[in-house]
């Protein structure tokens, strides 16, 4: 059975559905975010030296990092979640699939710690403004006229992503961007998407 050590309020969420879609038998092994620092409990490193989620644990095998996680899953396990290996839409899934967690994820989490810091800074903050409307507008430009990033159907490119489009919903930002939340509104339609968001919920 694969475990998936699971931090409160982090990019876990995104393995939950993934394993739900998949249609895997799987634990969750849940830890808590420290109340005043909100890092995560010391607890993690006996799992993994970084001390980070997700990561899970499948036949002995230690995975860490969700990009390197959705991918030997699907591989493994659903590779009706991806296009077909040779494809120019593999290609262009295994863009969005690490774009998620380059690009489209650091200046979105710098934002974040610039507004948490509270302090003023001398380029942080131009900086990272100035990438997150880039990539987030390219993000944007790329799903004008489709339902999902890839083939029009979903794919692990999305359940990736999702968790982009759930940073900018929660910090009130995706009413900007029409794409994107028409996108945010459609992935929230497969059920096991909602069951993900349940087991979340369940664990803190």
């Known amino acids: 059975m694969i475990t998936l050590h699971h931090l409160n309020k982090s990019r876990s969420k995104r393995i939950i559905w993934l394993l739900e879609e998949l249609g895997l038998e799987y634990e969750v092994k849940p830890y808590l975010r420290d109340s005043i620092t909100f ?8 799992v993994h030296p970084l001390g980070k989620s997700p990561v899970i644990e499948d036949n002995g095998i230690v995975i860490a990092e969700s990009g390197a996680i959705t991918e030997y ?4 396990y659903g590779e009706n979640l991806a296009p077909k290996l040779g494809t120019a839409a593999y290609v262009e899934y295994l ?30 903050e131009g900086y990272a403004d100035g990438e997150a409307e880039k990539v987030i507008g390219y993000f944007e430009q790329r799903l004008e006229g489709k339902t999902y990033l890839v083939e029009e159907r979903l794919t692990g490119a999305d359940i990736m992503m999702s968790f982009i489009a759930e940073i900018l919903q929660n910090n009130g930002m995706i009413g900007h961007y029409p794409n994107i939340q028409r996108y945010q509104v459609q992935l929230a339609t497969h059920d096991k998407f909602g069951k993900a968001d349940q087991i979340e919920h369940q664990f803190g």
Do not use: Y
């Open 39 to 46: 890092l995560a409990p010391p607890e993690l490193k006996a």
């Open 95 to 124: 863009q969005w699939l690490h774009f998620a967690e380059s690009s489209a994820i650091l200046p979105l989490l710098l934002k974040m710690f610039v507004a948490k810091d509270g302090a003023k800074t001398n380029f942080l």
């Open 73 to 76: 899953l699907i591989q493994t």
